[in-house]
């Protein structure tokens, strides 16, 4: 199994350390490689936090979170740091690419780090590009750029180390229909071609129905919606 959430809580605190809201409490989620996961439920619920878990980006109060197996509590910044760069993919509602970059420039700030043949990782960028429909105008930056574009550009970049886990929070709640419907295609079968799995949190039917999975958040736990 790629990823497993299993019985995970955690709660928001205050200063003083009193706990002012439980948002998940006992979530439990299995993802396999290449799978695609849908999670739905009202603002507040938590998904949010669930993939900020998934990811390494929090921490859970109680419960564990595997990657293959192997626990991701205890690991150092700077393991957690090289986790999310090599394993993790993350694409958010806004785009957050840098303004005073190039397209071209913000695709490549993943890879960076790892001091790898950057010839490949050109051809990777240049092959993703064509296929996103953004080479053209690589050499813009993200002010130049209309929302469809930019949100492409960061789907790009969250798969140019290719990652073996995506996580999209809301990547089409900012977009039109047309650009939503272009976005989900373009997620689905770039998750597909390169066997990456993904957990998408949304509120649009449309993009859970691509999805293999879907569950639902309520009251701090994850349901399975059987169809």
């Given amino acids: 199994m790629l990823l497993e959430i299993k019985d995970v809580s955690k709660s928001y605190k205050s200063r003083y350390g009193r706990t002012i809201r439980e948002v998940l409490t006992g979530a439990s989620l299995a993802v396999g490689d290449g799978e695609r996961i849908a999670i739905t439920g009202p603002s507040g619920s938590g998904k949010t936090t669930l993939l900020n878990l998934a990811g390494t980006l929090d921490f859970p109060d109680k419960g564990e979170i595997l990657f293959r197996g192997n626990s991701l509590s205890g690991i150092d910044t700077a393991g957690l740091a090289a986790f999310r760069n090599r394993e993790v993919g993350f694409v958010f509602q806004f785009h957050h690419l840098l303004p005073q970059l190039t397209l071209w420039e913000n695709v490549l700030i993943p890879a960076l780090p790892l001091n790898g043949n950057m010839k490949e990782v050109y051809k990777r960028a240049e092959e993703l590009l064509r296929e996103t429909g953004l080479w053209d105008i690589r050499h813009q930056k993200p002010g130049e750029l209309s929302g469809g574009e930019c949100q492409r550009t960061a789907v790009v970049r ?6 073996s886990l ?3 929070d809301e990547p089409t709640g900012s977009l039109d ?3 939503a419907t272009m976005l989900t295609k373009l997620l689905t079968t770039l998750s597909a071609r390169e066997n990456t799995a993904m957990v998408v949190v949304t509120h649009a039917g449309g993009v859970a129905a691509e999805m293999d999975k879907i569950y639902s958040l309520k009251e701090g736990r994850l349901t399975e919606n059987h169809q």
């Fill in 158 to 163: 969250a798969l140019i180390n290719q990652p």
């Fill in 166 to 168: 995506l996580l999209a």
């Fill in 177 to 179: 229909d047309r650009n």
